[in-house]
């Protein structure tokens, strides 16, 4: 496999690491690419501000999702002692991939002065050296100078690109605009997300009184990438039931937003919660783990986000539906099934329905549903079944 290396601080890591990245992957024809905050880098203090290793981790973890499954964060310098030098780095990367092909990424600076690292010659036994450049001031000509030193001095292995998006903002100026409250085009949604949630950088909000745009940041920053496509529409379609069926706009938008916000987590993860919020579920709902991220979810967006007590229930319920729904919960149910990404079967007359006549949308939903699941053999809740009777007691 050809395995690429990404080191720095990533303090933050920003939208010019990541066309990096991508370009590498891309052009190298990378299987994986490593990205790998430093612990304590060799050549620099960590800045005053710096947040924790762990959420430095994170910010890239998230990057590295938005780039694709190629990309991988790597915390073995955030984990290992000392200096975070690149031959140590190296010597376990290739130890864990002994008959991979290693390429070691690199800024312009770096590579310039790489001749002046921390045991260069050992270095390029190791992997292949590889150089962008990160402003247009960058030249071939001044590549080509060095790649021919390192290759006499040293028997360097390298290979130089420039890339074809330039995104020219260091993390040093980005940490400055951050504290005066701009900079958030330069990053992921999901990093700038993350920021805003953990108070990073001087980005201080109180996340109980967040604008509708600064919510969506925040969910995002709680979504694998994969699945931010998903919330969004259903975000664009709670808002055009809403507008339909005479319901505030807004609040149909912050429930969908927030709905699948703790979809990620595993099974012990939605149990801390649910100790955390003193959350009660009856035997049924413990024994249905698929449907924890709907009972967290709300409790999060409650006691995290501060929403109102009719969007906690419209999340509560958005997965199983309840008799007697109210028309959010019932929007967001729907808006959550039929959103434009969703494939999995024909939704044509579901899609026409639910803006025509919201009960009968709802109970073909549900029908829908559990069909679904009695012809996969798997167990019906008992709350879309109540679901279903009620509506049908309704219908004329």
């Known amino acids: ?16 690491h990541l066309e990096a990245a991508r370009f590498a992957i891309e052009y190298l024809h990378l299987d994986r690419l490593y990205l790998i905050p430093a612990g304590i ?25 938005a780039i694709g499954p190629a990309a991988q964060a790597d915390d073995l310098e955030l984990r ?16 864990r991939h002994p008959k991979d092909r290693l390429y070691l990424l690199m800024g312009t600076d770096m590579f310039l002065t790489f001749h002046l690292w921390r045991d260069p010659q050992e270095i390029v036994k190791l992997c292949t050296l ?12 001044l590549f080509s100078v060095q790649r021919a030193y390192l290759a006499e001095t040293l028997g360097a292995d390298v290979v130089t690109l420039s890339l074809p998006h330039i995104v020219d903002i260091s993390s040093t100026q980005l940490r400055g605009m951050l504290a005066e409250g701009q900079g958030r085009e330069y990053l992921e949604p999901a990093v700038y997300g993350y920021i805003l949630r953990e108070g990073l950088y001087g980005v201080t909000r109180d996340l109980k009184d967040l604008s509708l745009e600064e919510l969506r940041f925040a969910s995002i920053s709680m979504l694998r990438h994969k699945r931010v496509p998903h919330v969004l529409g259903t975000e664009e379609t709670a808002a055009r039931l809403a507008l339909r069926w005479g319901e505030d706009e807004e609040t149909a938008r912050r429930a969908a937003l927030l709905h699948d916000c703790t979809k990620k987590l595993d099974g012990e993860q939605h149990r801390e919660i649910f100790r955390q919020y003193n959350v009660s579920l009856d035997p049924e709902e413990w024994r249905e783990e698929k449907l924890y991220h709907a009972i967290s979810g709300a409790a999060v967006a409650k006691h ?7 969007i906690e229930r419209a999340i509560r319920w958005h997965t199983t539906g309840k008799a007697d729904m109210t ?6 149910y729907l808006a959550d099934y039929i959103e434009p990404t969703r494939d999995f079967c024909d939704l044509t007359e579901l899609r ?12 073909l939903g549900l029908e829908m549903s559990i069909q679904s699941l009695e012809k996969r053999g798997v167990a019906v809740n008992s709350f879309s079944v109540r679901a279903r009777e009620y509506l049908k007691g309704k219908q004329p």
Do not use: W
């Not at 496999?1 to 010019?16: A, D, E």
């Not at 995290?304 to 009719?310: H, L």
């Open 80 to 95: 290992r002692e000392g200096r975070s030098y690149t031959l140590d780095t190296l010597r376990l990367l290739k130890n």
């Open 1 to 16: 496999m050809k395995i690429g290396v990404y080191g720095g601080t990533f303090n933050p890591i920003h939208l010019g």
């Open 304 to 310: 995290v986000f501060g929403v109102s007590p009719e």
């Open 130 to 141: 590889c150089a962008f450049g990160r402003s247009e001031k960058d030249s071939e000509e």
């Open 41 to 65: 880098p060799p050549h620099k203090q960590l800045a005053g501000d710096t947040p924790a290793p762990e959420q430095r981790l994170e910010m890239v973890r998230l990057a590295s999702d």
């Open 352 to 363: 026409d329905l639910a803006f025509r006549d919201l009960d009968a949308a709802m109970l």
């Open 327 to 332: 028309t959010l919960e019932k929007i967001l």
